[in-house]
């Protein structure tokens, strides 16, 4: 003979619905927390506005103007110090020419001589499919960073004996990264068409970016979808010198 209390149902019943019930508590809870969080990281403002977007943007821009006026105080104080360490210069002629020739090859220096421009660019907006290409994606339409790479990797492969791209004069510490189809190299930001320019050996450097396989896979995009490739001969092309730190902060020099 049973009661309640010895009934194997109640003890069952109270261990099944009790857990529940504590969890759909705190799932409520945490979903409360979840919206007092973003509303106090969104400050009462839509995260996802066109507005928020148009303020990054705003601001991104902002700092890209600000590098660049930083970048010119830099190269004019750089200057200064040029002028005073001449002018109180103890070295001799060999350590000068030694010196000259490092900052030449550091791109610190302008160059100048025969040259070839690149110009990267988005297909157009309307950009259809050519015949016998499937119909393009979004990805398909733009430049990404890996065609600017495959540009500057090809043209130093080319013998290149200084690189600019865009009205920045590139070092072995530059990186040329994109977000989007937006180049951000050395602090400052850039929309297409990009434009690379390379210092050296005219013939040479065309070779070199006709044997580039990435820039053979670029080619197809460019008669499928009509990405922008244009190659210019300069005859005479002077590449302004470096003026940015060349501090390292992820490597330390050997020797």
């Known amino acids: 003979m ?14 099944r619905w009790r857990p529940v019930r504590l969890l759909t508590a705190a799932v409520f809870a945490l979903a409360g927390l979840i919206f007092v969080t973003s509303f106090n990281t969104a400050k009462g403002t839509d995260l996802r506005t066109d507005d928020s977007l148009l303020r990054l943007s705003d601001l991104i821009k902002q700092r890209s ?9 830099t190269s004019a104080v750089r200057g200064d110090v040029d002028a005073l360490a001449q002018r109180d210069d103890g070295s ?18 302008p160059l100048k001589g025969s040259a070839l421009t690149v110009t990267l660019d988005d297909a157009p907006p309307d950009a259809r499919a050519a015949p016998g290409y499937p119909e393009p994606q979004a990805n398909d339409l733009v430049i990404h960073q890996q065609d600017l790479q495959a540009v500057v990797n090809a043209l130093w492969q080319g013998g290149a004996k200084g690189i600019r791209v865009m009205d920045q004069r590139l070092i072995s510490t530059s990186a040329v990264r994109c977000v989007g189809n937006t180049l951000i190299l050395q602090g400052r930001v850039y929309s297409p068409p990009y434009k690379v320019t390379a210092v050296g050996d005219q013939d040479v450097l065309k070779k070199a970016l006709a044997d580039s396989p990435a820039i053979q896979n670029y080619q197809l995009y460019v008669e499928a979808y009509g990405l922008g490739w244009k190659v210019d001969e300069n005859e005479t092309v002077t590449l302004p010198g470096y003026s940015g730190t060349v501090d390292l902060h992820y490597a330390e020099p050997v020797g």
């Not at 001799?92 to 220096?109: F, I, N, Q, W, Y």
């Open 2 to 15: 049973s009661n309640s209390a010895d009934s194997p149902q109640g003890p069952v019943r109270r261990s």
């Open 65 to 73: 103007e600000k590098n660049g006026d930083l970048e010119e105080s």
């Open 92 to 109: 001799t002629e060999a350590e000068d020419a030694r010196l000259a020739a490092l900052e030449k090859s550091a791109g610190t220096e």
